[in-house]
Nanobody, 120 residues
Framework: QVQLVESGGGLVQAGGSLRLSCAASGSIFSINVMGWYRQAPGKQRELVALTNSGGSTNLADSVKGRFTISRDNAKNTVYLQMNSLKPEDTAVYYC??????????????WGQGTQVTVSS
């Protein structure tokens, strides 16, 4: 089986920084896209950032210039560096990955989520 485990969330003041990590483990043949989503109370889950196996990235307009996504393919880990945090960044952040468990079997997996709270 495959697991995604996130870490790095917490409480920070506005203007501060946090770094989230998401490590994939289990029966992994390869990992294609890895990304971060977030869900604030009463709102739909939204895309924050994506990165593919080649290192290309895509960021939501609301976080461009403040957040950076990166990955370590050797560690099957994706990171989200969040700088200049704002109260509106408060949400549960989820990791998602498209993982191949064999040459022909691919599926999407979600982490359990990590809370990020930004105080004003």
């Amino acid at each position: 089986q495959v697991q995604l485990v996130e870490s790095g969330g917490g409480l920070v003041q506005a203007g501060g920084s946090l770094r989230l990590s998401c490590a994939a483990s289990g029966s992994i043949f390869s990992i294609n896209v890895m990304g971060w989503y977030r869900q604030a109370p009463g709102k739909q889950r939204e895309l924050v950032a994506l990165t593919n196996s080649g290192g290309s990235t895509n960021l939501a307009d609301s976080v461009k210039g403040r957040f950076t996504i990166s990955r370590d393919n050797a560690k099957n880990t994706v990171y989200l560096q969040m700088n200049s945090l704002k109260p509106e960044d408060t949400a549960v952040y989820y990791c998602k990955a498209q993982i191949m468990t064999s040459v022909i079997i691919s599926a999407y997996y979600w982490g359990q989520g990590t809370q990020v709270t930004v105080s004003s």
